[in-house]
Protein backbone atom coordinates (compact mmCIF):
# COMPACT_ATOMS: atom_id res chain seq x y z
CA UNK A 1 0.00 0.00 0.00
CA UNK A 2 1.34 3.23 -1.39
CA UNK A 3 1.11 5.89 2.06
CA UNK A 4 2.21 8.93 -0.30
CA UNK A 5 5.50 10.35 -1.40
CA UNK A 6 6.27 6.48 -2.88
CA UNK A 7 6.57 5.54 0.70
CA UNK A 8 5.14 2.03 1.19
CA UNK A 9 3.27 0.83 4.27
CA UNK A 10 4.03 -3.16 4.82
CA UNK A 11 1.03 -4.90 6.33
CA UNK A 12 1.73 -5.53 9.92
CA UNK A 13 5.26 -4.14 8.86
CA UNK A 14 7.79 -2.67 12.12
CA UNK A 15 8.76 1.19 11.36
CA UNK A 16 12.42 1.29 10.29
CA UNK A 17 14.63 4.01 9.56
CA UNK A 18 16.73 4.48 6.25
CA UNK A 19 20.29 5.75 6.12
CA UNK A 20 21.19 7.30 2.24
CA UNK A 21 24.64 7.13 1.25
CA UNK A 22 26.35 7.92 -2.02
CA UNK A 23 26.71 4.85 -3.78
CA UNK A 24 30.53 4.37 -4.01
CA UNK A 25 30.90 4.83 -0.20
CA UNK A 26 27.68 2.25 0.51
CA UNK A 27 29.05 -0.48 -1.81
CA UNK A 28 32.52 0.19 0.10
CA UNK A 29 30.46 0.05 3.58
CA UNK A 30 28.45 -3.24 2.06
CA UNK A 31 31.40 -5.19 1.43
CA UNK A 32 33.01 -4.43 5.34
CA UNK A 33 29.86 -5.14 6.74
CA UNK A 34 29.20 -8.98 4.73
CA UNK A 35 32.84 -9.57 5.71
CA UNK A 36 31.82 -8.49 9.38
CA UNK A 37 28.24 -10.72 9.08
CA UNK A 38 26.65 -7.16 10.28
CA UNK A 39 24.02 -6.07 7.06
CA UNK A 40 20.82 -5.73 6.90
CA UNK A 41 18.80 -5.17 3.69
CA UNK A 42 20.41 -2.52 1.60
CA UNK A 43 18.55 -0.26 -1.48
CA UNK A 44 19.39 1.06 -4.68
CA UNK A 45 18.46 4.14 -4.90
CA UNK A 46 19.23 5.16 -8.54
CA UNK A 47 17.40 7.96 -10.17
CA UNK A 48 14.83 10.80 -8.75
CA UNK A 49 17.69 12.73 -7.10
CA UNK A 50 16.37 15.01 -4.70
CA UNK A 51 16.43 18.39 -5.92
CA UNK A 52 19.60 19.64 -4.82
CA UNK A 53 21.06 16.39 -4.14
CA UNK A 54 22.28 16.81 -0.72
CA UNK A 55 21.07 13.52 0.31
CA UNK A 56 18.12 14.56 2.25
CA UNK A 57 14.61 13.76 1.33
CA UNK A 58 13.41 10.46 -0.17
CA UNK A 59 14.95 10.92 -3.77
CA UNK A 60 18.14 9.23 -3.59
CA UNK A 61 19.77 10.15 -6.60
CA UNK A 62 23.04 7.84 -7.05
CA UNK A 63 23.12 6.21 -3.59
CA UNK A 64 22.55 3.34 -1.70
CA UNK A 65 19.51 3.39 1.25
CA UNK A 66 20.64 0.88 4.79
CA UNK A 67 17.52 -0.07 6.63
CA UNK A 68 18.51 0.68 10.25
CA UNK A 69 16.53 0.04 13.80
CA UNK A 70 13.77 2.85 14.33
CA UNK A 71 14.79 5.59 16.31
CA UNK A 72 17.96 6.06 14.57
CA UNK A 73 16.78 9.36 12.47
CA UNK A 74 16.73 11.02 15.66
CA UNK A 75 20.50 10.93 16.64
CA UNK A 76 22.25 10.33 13.20
CA UNK A 77 24.52 13.33 12.19
CA UNK A 78 27.00 11.97 10.17
CA UNK A 79 28.24 14.31 7.25
CA UNK A 80 27.49 13.05 3.66
CA UNK A 81 24.48 11.11 4.44
CA UNK A 82 20.66 11.41 5.79
CA UNK A 83 18.71 9.00 7.57
CA UNK A 84 14.66 9.45 7.70
CA UNK A 85 11.73 7.79 9.15
CA UNK A 86 9.70 5.17 6.20
CA UNK A 87 6.68 3.22 7.74
CA UNK A 88 7.03 -0.53 7.35
CA UNK A 89 10.01 -3.08 6.91
CA UNK A 90 9.88 -6.17 4.69
CA UNK A 91 8.64 -8.96 6.09
CA UNK A 92 9.09 -11.54 3.85
CA UNK A 93 10.85 -12.92 0.36
CA UNK A 94 7.81 -11.19 -1.84
CA UNK A 95 7.60 -8.25 -0.40
CA UNK A 96 8.75 -5.10 -2.71
CA UNK A 97 10.84 -2.74 -1.14
CA UNK A 98 9.74 -0.03 1.38
CA UNK A 99 10.38 2.94 -1.03
CA UNK A 100 8.37 2.92 -3.93
CA UNK A 101 10.29 2.41 -7.24
CA UNK A 102 13.80 1.37 -5.03
CA UNK A 103 14.79 -2.10 -5.81
CA UNK A 104 17.38 -4.44 -3.63
CA UNK A 105 20.48 -4.26 -3.66
CA UNK A 106 20.89 -6.70 -0.44
CA UNK A 107 17.13 -7.96 -0.36
CA UNK A 108 16.12 -9.04 3.10
CA UNK A 109 16.56 -12.98 2.72
CA UNK A 110 20.48 -11.96 2.11
CA UNK A 111 20.77 -10.13 4.92
CA UNK A 112 22.07 -11.35 8.27
CA UNK A 113 19.28 -9.30 10.12
CA UNK A 114 15.85 -7.43 9.54
CA UNK A 115 18.41 -4.05 9.66
CA UNK A 116 21.75 -3.16 10.00
CA UNK A 117 22.59 -2.02 13.59
CA UNK A 118 23.63 1.84 13.49
CA UNK A 119 27.12 2.00 15.20
CA UNK A 120 27.88 -0.67 12.95
CA UNK A 121 26.88 1.33 9.39
CA UNK A 122 28.34 4.32 11.09
CA UNK A 123 32.05 2.73 11.49
CA UNK A 124 31.69 1.08 8.07
CA UNK A 125 30.41 4.35 6.48
CA UNK A 126 33.95 5.77 8.06
CA UNK A 127 36.14 3.02 7.49
CA UNK A 128 34.98 3.52 3.72
CA UNK A 129 35.27 7.15 3.53
CA UNK A 130 38.95 6.60 4.84
CA UNK A 131 39.38 4.11 1.68
CA UNK A 132 38.04 5.88 -0.84
CA UNK A 133 40.32 9.14 0.32
CA UNK A 134 43.14 6.43 0.55
CA UNK A 135 42.36 5.16 -3.48
CA UNK A 136 42.13 9.36 -4.36
CA UNK A 137 45.48 9.83 -3.11
CA UNK A 138 47.23 7.10 -4.46
CA UNK A 139 45.65 7.94 -8.04
CA UNK A 140 46.77 11.53 -7.77
CA UNK A 141 50.60 10.50 -7.07
CA UNK A 142 50.32 7.93 -9.51
CA UNK A 143 48.91 10.58 -12.07
CA UNK A 144 51.73 12.54 -11.13
CA UNK A 145 54.11 10.36 -11.28
CA UNK A 146 53.47 9.86 -15.29
Do not use: H, K
Request: contains cysteine; hydrophobic residues 40%; proline residues 8%.
Amino acid sequence: MDAGLGVRTVSGGVPCDLVTVPARQGLEAVDILRLRDGLGPVLLCDGDADENDDGAGDGCGDRLGFLVPPGTAACWDLPGSACTQTPGRPRTVAQEPPLAGRDWLVPPEWAYGVATDASLLRAALGEAARTIAAAGRSESADADGD
